[in-house]
């Protein structure tokens, strides 16, 4: 670990338009249940490229602004998951993070990016470390936001599995019910209303079989926790004050088994500081890609 630091200010959001659509590719490489995919993807700026990929249950207008803000200065592609926004729907019951994992590095080959700067948030960091274990030649820094290493506990198992069957059993209307009861755990409480309304948008826009795949797949990852200890690119671990997911001590922790790791606690957030706090998290972000040149 090299520096922690906590931050405050203003809540923005921005919209993102311009999404592309991409035609599927095979990855024969191992560690997935079915063919890699790129899909639906935001595209925007020029330079390094710095790939930001999304949580559950929402798509890459999270990323707004970052897309925003970053692609003065990079190439920022943010893509929908298979399952989530206009991405392809999944191809089996459950969908593995390595399943992503393929078709994040799928997308990246389809559009020549050899290394690239990885963020995932929440499930989104768990695709990143996902990355890291596959293909970790092709990654050259990451940020890991409101997230955490660990493996799923049996009673974690069981409740993704049995929130995958609720979805498939009430399709939409059970992800609105599902969007209602979170939302304010996704956000804080005290979240501007327009951010709440992003958020909600967003969720209940999702795909139920693509919610319930993701879900059964995330119940079997692996334990992060040893990958992190050897992992030597730089790293941007950033968390919610408020977060109650993936709790403060959560990111405190992955910033002590990281070699080289900056800690950024978003005062004022919950588990979406991006969204809650863009411009603190922008700057946090800002600080990390300019030390690491």
């Known amino acids: 670990m090299t520096s922690e630091a906590s931050v405050t200010g203003v809540t923005s959001a921005v919209p993102v338009t ?25 595209d925007r700026g020029s330079g390094e490229v710095l790939l930001l990929v999304h949580g559950h249950p929402f798509d890459h207008t999270m990323w707004a602004p970052q897309l925003e803000e970053f692609a003065a200065t990079h190439r920022v592609v943010a893509p929908d998951l298979r399952g989530y926004g206009n991405g392809p729907a999944p191809v089996a019951d459950r969908t593995l993070l390595g399943d992503f994992a393929h078709d994040v590095v799928a997308l990246a080959d389809r559009l ?17 470390m996902e990355v890291l274990r596959l293909f970790p030649e092709r990654v050259r820094a990451v940020v890991l936001a409101d997230t955490f290493p660990a493996a799923e506990t049996a009673g974690g ?3 993704r599995n049995s929130l995958a069957d609720r979805f498939l059993a009430e399709g939409p209307a059970g992800v609105r019910a599902y969007a209602d009861e979170v939302l304010e755990k996704m956000v804080a409480p005290y979240a501007p209303a327009e951010v709440k309304a992003r958020v909600h948008r967003m969720m ?24 992190l200890a050897r992992t030597t690119v730089p790293a941007l671990v950033v968390v919610g004050r408020d977060d109650a997911y993936t709790p403060v001590a959560d990111a405190e922790a992955m910033h002590a088994a990281l070699a080289d790791s900056t800690l950024v606690v978003v005062e004022g957030a919950a588990h979406m500081p991006n969204l809650e706090r863009p411009a603190e998290f922008n700057a946090a972000l800002r600080a990390f890609l300019d030390r690491i040149g």
């Open 204 to 227: 209940t826009g999702t795909s139920p079989a693509g919610a319930a795949a993701a879900l059964r797949g995330r119940a079997e990852r692996p334990d992060y926790r040893e990958l």
């Open 157 to 159: 198992r069981a409740l």
């Open 18 to 42: 311009g999404a592309n659509s991409a035609d599927t590719s095979a990855d024969t490489s191992t560690g997935a249940s079915t063919e890699a995919s790129t899909g639906a993807y935001a």
């Open 112 to 128: 020549g990016a050899e290394r690239f700067v990885l963020g995932g948030l929440s499930m989104g960091g768990q695709i990143v």
